[in-house]
Structures are given as structure tokens and as C-alpha cells.
């Protein structure tokens, strides 16, 4: 499967964005979907996920009520709603995905889990 991050960009703090991804795969809704972020010299990092069905999301505690994850399985997009942006989250965001039929609430936060990613999008908090 193919994934195609976008809608990252500049805002300012306060700000909302929403980022999407993209999959060219039929069988996108197999797929458990991951968010991940990074910084210079920094990992990437766990931001959210949502199941296949769309029916369960996990988040970073630094994100919880912040951010909100959504996905629409027949137009093959998950969604990651960024609301009440603070500077410290500027970073290059990816989505990934995986289709391992495991429990997803056994991995869906490791970055090793997840054989396909998009390339990232750049989101930049700043006034």
C-alpha cells in the first residue's frame, strides 16, 4: 500500500490543521493507521492511531484532547484533526500503516510495527 501525507503547513499558535493520508491500496480498511512525528536529531515518535474499522484511537498523552484521529474507509484517507497548536508541536508528521491481524492495542504505538509510511509533512507552529 502507498500512503501520501498532506496538509501540513504554517500556523500560528492557537491555530488548527488537519492532515491527511492517503492510501492508493483497495484494502485500506485492513490496515491499522499510525501517526508519527520528528524533529532534528530527535525519533519519531507516537502521536495517535486508529484501528482498521475506525473503531478505537490511542493517542500520546501529550496530545489527548488535542488532537482527534478519523478515518473514511471508502474514500481510503485517515484524518489527523491538530487542534490548539503550540510551537513544540512543529515537526515533520508521517502516517504509516500495517495490516498484522494482532491485537492492534499490542502495537499500534511501536514505529517498528508499521511497514508502510508516507513521506512526511511538515507542520510548523509559529507566530
Known amino acids: 500500500v502507498q500512503l501520501q501525507a498532506s496538509g501540513g503547513g504554517l500556523v500560528q499558535p492557537g491555530g488548527s490543521l488537519r492532515l491527511s493520508c492517503a492510501s492508493s491500496g483497495r484494502t485500506f480498511s485492513t490496515y491499522g493507521v499510525g501517526w508519527f512525528h520528528q524533529t532534528a536529531g530527535k525519533e519519531r515518535e507516537f502521536v495517535g492511531s486508529i484501528s482498521r474499522p475506525g473503531d478505537i484511537t490511542h493517542y500520546a498523552d501529550s496530545v489527548k484532547g488535542q488532537f482527534t484521529i478519523s478515518r473514511d474507509n471508502a474514500k481510503n484517507t485517515v484524518s489527523l484533526q491538530m487542534n490548539r497548536l503550540k510551537p513544540e508541536d512543529t515537526a515533520n508528521y508521517y502516517c504509516?500503516?500495517?495490516?498484522?491481524?494482532?491485537?492492534?492495542?499490542?502495537?499500534?504505538?511501536?514505529?517498528?510495527?508499521?511497514?508502510?509510511w508516507g513521506q512526511g509533512t511538515q507542520v510548523t507552529v509559529s507566530s
Open positions: 504509516a500503516a500495517d495490516g498484522k491481524t494482532k491485537s492492534f492495542s499490542e502495537w499500534y504505538r511501536f514505529k517498528s510495527e508499521y511497514n508502510y
